[in-house]
């Protein structure tokens, strides 16, 4: 079967860095997504692999090993606008997105 | 940039009535999903469009029906609406080249908010 796995909550300081990790089984693989999502919001869409490695964009950036089926978001300089949920979807071979159901990100100051 | 449009932002209806959902897609996005969201959970694939025809099925209810038209927007129309449909509805549009890469990035509109009393 097809399935997303990412921890429920994760707590971070102002200032700070966190790392949300997602272990993915897809049926076939055309990618890996992550979207943040505030509360009552549309997701927004963060990051893009289908590579290994490491993408970075600002204080997001998103890896991606394939042969482990993993991938984490590593969010710096933590804000506290960035407290929101974190999605991560894999793509499958037919190009549907199969969601994980989201990590809630609390930013403390 | 132009982002998804979906209209109405909120909608309240009652039990077994009726409604319609409307979702215009990015410019020269040729590819239309719908989702629901409830509280709390992931959003769940209901169906998508790519070129105006069903291109996905997921776990849209048989009372929902959906289509693509001829400018690209879509209407999810629901009926015999029951209180567990109360929920947040997503349309997304990509590009659909369906060639992996960039192309297939999903781009959410800000939702429709549906209570059902």
């Known amino acids: 079967g097809q399935n997303i796995d990412q921890p429920t909550e994760m707590t971070a300081t102002e200032g700070a860095i966190v790392q949300i990790n997602c272990t993915y089984q897809t049926s076939g693989f055309n990618g890996l997504f992550w979207y943040q999502q505030h509360a009552g919001e549309a997701p927004t869409f963060l990051s893009y692999n289908v590579l290994d490695g490491l993408e970075e964009k600002g204080r997001f950036s998103s890896f991606l090993s394939r042969s482990k089926g993993y991938s984490y978001l590593l969010l710096k300089e933590l804000q506290m606008k960035d407290s929101a949920s974190y999605l991560c979807?894999?793509?499958?071979?037919?190009?549907?997105?199969?969601w994980g159901a989201g990590t809630k990100l609390i930013i403390k100051p | 940039a132009a982002g998804v449009i979906q209209s109405p932002r909120h909608l309240i209806k009652e039990k077994r009535e009726t409604a319609t959902l409307k979702c215009y897609p990015i410019?020269?996005?040729?590819?239309v999903y719908w989702y629901q969201q409830g509280p709390g959970q992931d959003p769940q694939f209901l169906i998508s469009f790519y070129e105006k025809m069903q291109s996905d099925k997921g776990s849209i209810p048989d009372r929902f029906s959906a289509q693509q038209f001829s400018d690209y927007h879509s209407e999810l129309n629901m009926s015999s609406l029951e209180l567990g449909d109360s929920a947040l509805y997503f349309c997304a549009s990509s590009l659909g080249a369906r060639g992996g890469g960039d192309a297939d990035t999903q781009y959410f509109g800000p939702g429709t908010r549906l209570t059902v009393l």
């Open positions: 410019p020269r996005h040729d590819t």
């Open positions: 979807a894999g793509m499958d071979s037919n190009y549907q997105l199969i």
